[in-house]
């Protein structure tokens, strides 16, 4: 029923930046949030943003001043721009949206396919 697609995943130097794009499709009613998550090699997934379907933020602690995320004018699309990258930042991205489905009454968790991003020092 729901679709996310995410692109923008690279490799990097330190200090650089990339921007990941995530695109919801299907038989969607509304999109209540949406966020990245990432999960690195021998760790749990984490939050790294989220973002109401107000325009209300969230970001962990690591990333706040570094890390932007934003949604399209339709809201079905979430953006991260991602500064003053680090080598810890390396991790695969996985988009997630808040999702209620035509004809459905309670919103529920979708999940893109993962992006690479890869920081060197």
């Known amino acids: 029923q729901v679709q996310l697609v995410e692109s923008g995943g690279g490799l990097v130097q330190a200090g650089g930046s990339l921007r990941l794009s995530c695109a919801a499709s299907?038989?969607?009613?509304?999109?209540?949030?949406m966020g990245w998550y990432r999960q690195a090699p021998g760790k749990q997934r984490e939050l790294v943003a989220g973002?109401?379907?107000?325009?209300?933020?969230d970001y962990r602690e690591s990333v706040k001043g570094r890390f932007t995320i934003s949604r399209d004018g339709a809201g079905n699309t979430v953006y991260l721009q991602m500064n003053s990258l680090k080598p810890e930042d390396t991790a695969v991205y996985y988009c997630?949206?808040?999702?209620?489905?035509?004809?459905?009454?309670?919103?529920?968790?979708?999940w893109g396919q993962g992006t690479q991003v890869t920081v060197s020092s």
């Open positions: 997630n949206a808040r999702v209620v489905v035509v004809g459905g009454i309670h919103s529920k968790d979708y």
């Open positions: 973002i109401t379907s107000g325009g209300n933020t």
């Open positions: 299907g038989s969607i009613f509304s999109i209540n949030a």
